[in-house]
T-cell receptor
């Protein structure tokens, strides 16, 4: 079982600020990491994936991976009210296909 | 193109009844997954189908749960003799089934099951 822990939240940030979400994992064999966004009552929607150490940027989103420290994070710059959702961290192990999910962090962006 | 579709979107049933949940994956995706999301819980893996290989049923919580995938496309998850603890959102996902680590899963809208 690949334990995935996320900062518990809820996280409330003002519009325009940076929202920082953290995720740690227990299995050093984990290879691929995903951030999903889930609006209330909706299904998870993929935002980003990352599998190499370092930063990966896509628009206002930046994923950061540090395999040595076993954490992955997601930064949301210039937060908008439409970013208000639960963010799920997920990972795949080497030669694995089952996503292991964290419990999610709920983000609220205050207008 | 069309995403993963699931039906019904909502299902209310009485304890002890059987239910069937359907998933239609993205066209061309060979891998199909079922997950369950209970209130306040993370997503829990249930079962995985890849092509013609035997499915990985290791996540099914009891023998009341079964799933099949016909013709390598549509999948049906069946829960027999439903219990109140089966109440959850059942999510289906599909992917290309690429070898290696990076194979992105795309989720359907889910079926919200309520067992009274």
């Amino acid at each position: 079982q690949k334990e995935v822990e996320q900062n518990s939240g809820p996280l409330s940030v003002p519009e325009g600020a940076i929202a920082s979400l953290n995720c740690t994992y227990s299995d050093r064999g984990s290879q691929s990491f995903f951030w999903y966004r889930q609006y209330s009552g909706k299904s998870p929607e993929l935002i980003m994936f990352i599998y190499s150490n370092g930063d990966k940027e896509d628009g206002r989103f930046t994923a950061q991976l540090n395999k040595a420290s076993q954490y992955v994070s997601l930064l949301i710059r210039d937060s908008q009210p439409s970013d208000s959702a639960t963010y799920l961290c997920a990972l795949l192990g080497s030669n694995d296909y089952k996503l292991s999910f964290g419990a999610g962090t709920t983000v609220t962006v205050r207008a | 193109g069309a995403g993963v579709s699931q039906s019904p979107s909502n299902k209310v049933t009485e304890k002890g009844k059987d239910v069937e949940l359907r998933c239609d994956p993205i066209s061309g995706h060979t891998a199909l997954y079922w997950y369950r999301q209970s209130l306040g819980q993370g997503l829990e893996f249930l079962i995985y189908f890849q092509g013609n290989s035997a499915p990985d049923k290791s996540g099914l919580p009891s023998d009341r749960f079964s799933a099949e995938r016909t013709g390598g496309s549509v999948s049906t998850l069946t829960i027999q003799r439903t219990q109140q603890e089966d109440s959850a959102v059942y999510l289906c996902a599909s992917s290309h089934g690429l070898a290696g680590d990076l194979d992105t899963q795309y989720f359907g809208p889910g079926t919200r099951l309520t067992v009274l």
